[in-house]
Nanobody, 122 residues
């Protein structure tokens, strides 16, 4: 059974930095595309960033220039480096894996982590 486990969340101040990790285990192919989504209270889940096995990546305009997605295939881990976060980045962050390409659509992803809270204080 595929498992995605997020870690590294917590409280961070505006202008600080935080790195989220997502460790994958089980029968997951590393040809899979790995992504981060987030969901704030009362809002729909939204796309943050996605990365391919080869390292091709793109992110939503709202985080571009501040957040960076990366992966270490030797460790089966995907990261989200969050620099200069803003209060509006406060949300539950989810890791996801899928085989539908560099997609920003949640329905393209087969597997999901349980989510981890990130709170940004001003």
């Amino acid at each position: 059974q595929v498992q995605l486990v997020e870690s590294g969340g917590g409280l961070v101040q505006t202008g600080g930095s935080l790195r989220l990790s997502c460790a994958a285990s089980g029968p997951i192919s590393w040809t899979y595309f790995m992504a981060w989504f987030r969901q704030a209270p009362g809002k729909e889940r939204e796309f943050v960033a996605v990365i391919s096995r080869s390292g091709s990546a793109y992110s939503d305009d709202s985080v571009k220039g501040r957040f960076t997605i990366s992966r270490d295939s030797t460790k089966n881990t995907v990261y989200l480096q969050m620099n200069n976060p803003k209060p509006e980045d406060t949300a539950l962050y989810y890791c996801a894996a899928g085989d539908k390409g560099l997609s920003s659509e949640a329905r393209s992803y087969n597997f999901w982590g349980q989510g981890i809270q990130v709170t940004v204080s001003s």
